[in-house]
């Protein structure tokens, strides 16, 4: 079959609700514009808010770190206990729970790391922390959705798009998270020797640590952990606005949102895209104006999620040296290795096979309500159970 | 109907040779005016074998054509000088041989550079009374439109035009917008839904029994599923130089990072496929 490429956009009920390109993108018919002299302060001081957003956020996200990691030192460790996190499997558990409370699987990675850093949980318990971390957060991918169109946002993923990513993510993590935990629990992976003290981070340090020692001078010693988790949510905000919109995007992309693309391009691109959002959700959401009237080829959605599954481990990974040393990283990195492994395992040898699988599966589960409720029933049960298991 | 298509018949060797003779042998005698038979130099000596089972009609002129050593240059050679409306060909291997790897490389190299509409015959051969007609929705599917019209008339055979939506909302849309049904598809899309509805007009207008149908599923895979249901699969292609873009690069970087659809529904389909170009 031909690639359909040459389709004109029309106006639709649904080009009307998708976010259109920002207003820099398009001129008023019948202007003439010198685009250099018209958007240069515009675009400057937009490059400008976006930088300021970055560096912010990665201020407040060190801040967070630091503060959950002194809170994780006292109060964390009574919390894990009282919920009884002394397995692995109730690591898992408990971060898929976390995730689901956070609505987000980014910051639990690094409240996981703070953990680990602090002595609250130990090496395996925060590898499933972080893999609970994930899975929930492809929860969330659809959950997120559903509040964010309540909220009036349309930059959402689709019930089906958030039942495709949480497929995908449980395919490719559940082998990964055997493999990493037999390499670490057999103490195959040495200790990744890394380090972030580069300027940057001694000057976070010298910014950081007074902002630190007021905070905790003023605050109980059992709220900072709270206010750590608040702090983390805001830095992920933060970071958010600093991820550049894409104007014009449908009318750049329109005709190639339409195309079937080879899994590995799409693949490559997901990763791309995510090590620059550091979210799954972000990076779906971001597909909107990449594609035609924010629709999308589920064929292409597959490896897009897969490729996105890799790279939103950077954030973790940053968190990790930045709180956990060198033995977080490591725990990180089996984590992202492991991912990657099983995706080109999959990409390179039974992509046509997984896809069907995955994508039959996606269709059963959507195509009726009753099976979408369970499906979400079980999602949402099956970690409660695993914070039982005492394995 | 009068014979009005100069049709190019592979008459070497292949793995469905016999199946080719069968299935070609009531489309040319319907529709060929021309036939040109072509075949590698060294089985030349089965050209008039050939033409003896086809027991075709005088009025047809008949052309041979055996040059070259291999059957690629051999079709690609007499198709870019005798330029046929379509080349019936069978499959030179199949899927199931990874062995062959080497020649359905060459198979499908020589498909994707054929100038010309062809008609792989392979799988099932049954007379030509229903023919799937799949559509991405382009303008390019109008292009299928004369030669579908000029099959389905002569064999008085139904045509069904299928679009495939494998398409997701990205966004949220509430639970009863997901998933897209074929319906909501081409509102959404209406240029899509336009070239559909044309492609059905065009057809129906010369007589032809033609119905659209849009399924939402996967597309390769929905595809190959339905087409088991049909005598003929018909699919548009790409010309070689009037879409491609002309830089060197694009179209390295077109092929690398596009699906090939086109072959993997030559390879995967379980009838003989018409690829239009």
């Known amino acids: 079959m031909e690639p359909s490429s040459d389709k004109q956009s029309t106006s639709s009920a649904i080009t009307a609700v998708v976010e259109v390109p920002t207003d820099e993108a398009r001129p008023p018919v019948g202007t003439v514009h010198d685009t250099t002299s018209v958007r240069s302060p515009r675009t400057w001081w937009a490059i400008s808010r976006r930088c300021g957003f970055a560096l912010f956020g990665l201020l407040t996200f060190v801040l967070a770190l630091e503060l959950l990691k002194r809170g994780a030192a006292g109060y964390g460790r009574i919390v894990v206990n009282w919920l009884d996190v002394s397995t692995p499997a109730s690591a898992l558990g408990f971060g898929w729970l976390l995730a689901f409370l956070f609505l987000s699987g980014s910051p639990v990675a690094a409240i996981a790391v703070s953990f680990f850093a602090s002595g609250t949980i130990d090496g395996l318990q925060t590898f499933a922390m972080i893999t609970g971390s994930r899975l929930g957060a492809s929860f969330i991918v659809l959950f997120v959705g559903f509040i964010y169109h309540l909220r009036g946002h349309r930059r959402a993923a689709s019930v089906s798009i958030g039942v495709l990513s949480l497929l995908t993510t449980a395919a490719i993590y559940l082998p990964a998270f055997g493999l990493g935990y037999w390499l670490l629990d057999a103490h195959l992976v040495g200790i990744v020797t890394a380090s972030a003290d580069s300027p940057l981070y001694s000057l976070f340090d010298l910014v950081i640590d007074p902002i630190v020692a007021i905070v905790v001078s003023i605050l109980p010693e059992w709220s900072l952990l709270v206010v750590g988790a608040l702090v983390l949510l805001g830095a992920f905000s933060l970071l958010d606005r600093a991820i550049p919109e894409v104007p014009g995007g449908q009318e750049i992309f329109g005709k190639a949102g339409q195309l079937l693309y080879r899994p590995w391009v799409m693949f490559l691109f997901g990763a791309g895209i995510t090590s620059f959002t550091l979210s799954v959700s972000v990076s779906l959401s971001m597909l909107v104006p990449l594609t035609v009237r924010g629709i999308i080829r589920r064929e292409n959605a597959l490896p897009y999620i897969m490729g996105a599954n890799i790279t939103t481990f950077i954030d973790t990974l940053v968190a990790a040296l930045i709180v956990g040393g060198s033995a977080a990283f490591t725990i990180v990195l089996v984590e992202m290795l492991s991912v990657t492994f099983f995706s080109l395992l999959a990409l390179l040898f039974f992509y046509r096979w997984f896809a069907r699988v995955i994508l039959r599966l996606e269709t059963t589960i959507v195509h009726s309500l009753p099976r979408l409720a369970g499906f979400l029933g079980i999602m949402v049960i099956v970690p409660l159970v695993l914070l039982f298991v005492k394995w | ?277």
């Open chain 2, 1 to 277: 109907m009068v014979n009005v298509m100069h049709i190019a018949l592979y008459a070497g060797e292949g793995l469905q040779a016999d199946d080719l003779l069968t299935f070609a042998k009531p489309f040319i005698t319907t529709l060929a005016r021309q036939l040109t038979l072509i075949a590698p130099t060294e089985e030349q000596s089965t050209l008039d074998e050939i033409l003896t089972r086809l027991q075709l009609d005088p009025t047809i002129t008949v052309r041979r054509w055996c040059q070259e050593e291999s059957f690629t240059l051999a079709i690609l050679k007499a198709v870019q000088t005798v330029h046929p409306d379509v080349l019936l060909l069978p499959a030179f291997t199949a899927r199931a041989t990874p062995l062959e790897w080497w020649l359905r490389r060459e198979e499908f190299n020589l498909l994707r550079m054929l100038p010309v509409s062809f008609l792989r015959v392979h799988g099932r051969i049954t007379p030509i009374r229903q023919i799937l007609l799949a559509s991405a929705g382009g303008e390019q599917s109008l292009r299928c439109i004369p030669l579908v019209r000029q099959i389905a008339q002569a064999f008085q055979a139904t045509v069904t035009v299928l679009h495939v939506v494998s398409q997701e909302v990205v966004y949220f849309e509430g639970f009863a917008a997901s998933p897209l049904s074929g319906e909501t598809a081409l509102q959404i899309d209406e240029a899509t839904a336009t070239v559909l509805h044309r492609m059905v007009a065009a057809l129906a207008t010369e007589g032809v029994s033609c119905r659209l149908q849009v399924i939402n599923g996967l597309v390769e895979e929905t595809l190959l599923t339905e087409c088991q249901h049909y005598d003929l699969f018909v699919i548009g292609s790409h010309l070689a130089d009037d879409v491609e873009p002309t830089s060197q690069w694009l179209r390295f970087l077109r092929r690398i990072s596009l699906q090939d659809v086109t072959r993997d529904l030559l390879e995967g389909s379980p009838i003989p496929v018409l690829v239009v170009r």
